[in-house]
């Protein structure tokens, strides 16, 4: 086990206090006598920077069987949106409030002057929200958490305050995944666990990220075995987030398997998801984003450095999916799988920004990125924008864009009972409906505008209970709605229909106007052609931006 530094006594027995709570039965939506005889156990794992092509039953070559097999007994949500970016997704997904009123209207790594300190941008996750881990322990369920927070560092906003029985967080998103606690820039050079209440001062020689996370999850569960509560696990893995390392068995599996470049691999995924029918026969992928050279033009060092990085990022998404075989295979041998459901997203789009910018300036140059230990502990090295397009195929952009590339992510949930096996919902789902459809599965209700004597928001988000049991049937009319901001870049789904505004050249500085059930590559902007959609549009962005206070940043985007 990790050695723990002790946070000060105050602060400890502080939160002592604010979390010492007793199940409220007024938060049961049924009386214990009309309640479901076992309540369901909820595993919610959360993927990191995994494109929309990057798992097997989205058209990848990399083997996932254990997600792929989860993806076929569960239901598939083809157009479900996050944020742009991994805070803002994680504070809607456990609250499910906008992340404009829950602490993230930005990242708090580049939040602009004119946003610091403001409602809604405090840079963690605020007093205002409360979590689906806060309500539920509330409701006798056990919670656990494994896995990136990114939601805060002080112990008064890490997972043991809110809501999290037991805990291991990797606290900010970037670091290294041995045991060398490298730290993602050169202002935090060094990276920072916290095993429920306490820092982490080193990590066991042993140590992989995904690999740990798994076992402590697994620990976590099976010391609550006999209580006889249900649990919600939240294990939300730090793979694929840059700097690419995998164990050496995995890396050796992939060795060569890219050398054809991004261009073609970027080509077959697409081809394969025409085969799998998430995309239509005749759809086009986008124009590669102005950032990416042909494979062609690289030198043979810059190809071989390339493909020795995305032979890196596939070996940790192997090892990924292995470990979550493991995690079913746990529950399955003890009995708990049957009544779980299993929700599976991806955090945002793939990475695909380079690791040049001033946060990375001189930092990555220290580290070992020879091409024999790209991948290895030691390395600091990222797949970049070409491989960052193969990876959101069909779709444009990547991570940090409002494009679908990088807000539309794969995602599915395996309910009890395998209900809907194989099932494709198209109908338009976001974060924000996670923590409502958890509580409604547990018979939970929301505790409204007011927790434990403070004032909190309340969801946004709908629950997905309906969709999952009934498919398309369940259609939630219209909650085909989804915007979102971040670093002055927006979007809003309206059905058929997709406005989007970004600056130069990401995109064209103006909002742009797409029907993404023909065109899913943002490839045809109808701005022109169809006035009277984009203003209706712009005109529920505005309404979106209103409630929830938005702020722009001024100055360039900081991402």
Not at 145 to 164: I, Q, Y
Not at 203 to 218: A, V
Request: glycine share 10%.
């Amino acid at each position: 086990m990790p050695r723990l530094v002790g946070e000060t006594l105050a602060a400890a027995l502080a939160l002592t206090l604010l979390c010492a709570c007793a199940a409220t039965p007024s938060m049961r939506t049924e009386s214990p006598a009309d309640a479901p005889a076992a309540q369901p156990n909820f595993l919610v794992i959360v993927l990191d920077d995994v494109g929309f092509a990057d798992l097997g039953a989205f058209g990848s070559e990399v083997a996932t069987p254990n997600l792929d097999r989860l993806a076929a007994n569960g239901t598939l949500l083809s157009n479900f949106y996050t944020a742009p970016t991994c805070s803002p997704t994680r504070a809607m997904l456990l609250t499910g409030v906008d992340s404009h009123r829950a602490g993230l209207g930005n990242m708090d790594e580049f939040m602009a002057d004119n946003q610091r300190g403001r409602d809604g941008y405090e840079g963690y996750l605020n007093d205002r929200v409360v979590t689906v881990a806060e309500i539920l322990r509330a409701g006798g369920y056990q919670t656990y958490m494994t896995g990136k927070w990114h939601l805060g560092l002080d112990v008064a906003r890490s997972p043991w305050a809110r809501g999290f029985d037991r805990s291991f967080a990797s606290l900010m998103g970037g670091a290294s995944h041995f045991d060398d606690m490298a730290g993602p820039t050169v202002e935090q050079q060094r990276a920072a666990y916290r095993a429920d209440r306490d820092l982490v001062s080193s990590l066991p020689e042993n140590f992989y990220t995904s690999d740990f996370f798994t076992d402590e999850m697994i620990r976590y569960i099976d010391a609550g075995r006999d209580s006889g509560n249900p649990f919600l696990a939240y294990l939300a893995f730090t793979a694929v987030h840059f700097p690419v390392q995998a164990p050496d068995a995995y890396l050796e599996k992939y060795r060569g398997r890219y050398d054809a470049g991004y261009e073609h691999l970027r080509e077959a995924r697409f081809q394969r998801l025409k085969s799998l029918g998430l995309v239509r026969r005749d759809a086009e992928l986008p124009v590669l984003h102005p950032s990416v050279a042909a494979w062609d033009s690289l030198s043979t060092a810059q190809q071989e450095g390339q493909a020795r990085a995305m032979e890196a990022y596939a070996a940790m998404l192997d090892n990924l999916d292995a470990n979550i075989g493991r995690l079913v295979d746990y529950l399955e041998n003890t009995g708990q799988y049957d009544n779980t459901y299993l929700v599976v997203i991806s955090d945002n789009g793939p990475e695909g920004n380079p690791l040049t910018g001033p946060m990375f300036k001189g930092y990555v140059d220290a580290f070992d990125n020879s091409l024999e230990n790209i991948g290895r502990k030691g390395s600091f090295v990222a797949v970049g924008p070409g491989w960052a397009e193969a990876s959101s195929a069909p779709f444009r952009g990547f991570k940090s864009y409002t494009s679908e590339g990088g807000i539309r992510v794969p995602a599915f949930v395996r309910a009890p009972g395998n209900a809907n096996a194989g099932s494709v919902i198209t109908t338009v789902a976001s974060v924000r409906d996670i923590t409502p459809t958890l509580l409604e599965a547990a018979a939970v209700a929301h505790p409204g505008n007011r927790f434990e004597g403070r004032e909190v928001e309340t969801p946004s988000g709908r629950s997905l209970l309906g969709l999952l049991r009934a498919g398309e049937a369940g259609a939630r009319g219209d909650s085909e709605l989804f915007a979102t901001e971040l670093f002055g870049r927006r979007a809003l789904r309206m059905g058929r229909w997709k406005a989007v505004l970004q600056e130069m050249p990401n995109g064209t500085g103006a909002w742009e106007l797409y029907d993404l059930r023909t065109d899913p590559g943002e490839r045809n902007n109808l701005a022109q052609a169809q006035p009277e959609v984009l203003r209706e549009a712009i005109a529920r962005f505005e309404e979106y931006a209103r409630d929830n206070r938005l702020i722009y940043p001024q100055g360039p985007a900081g991402y």
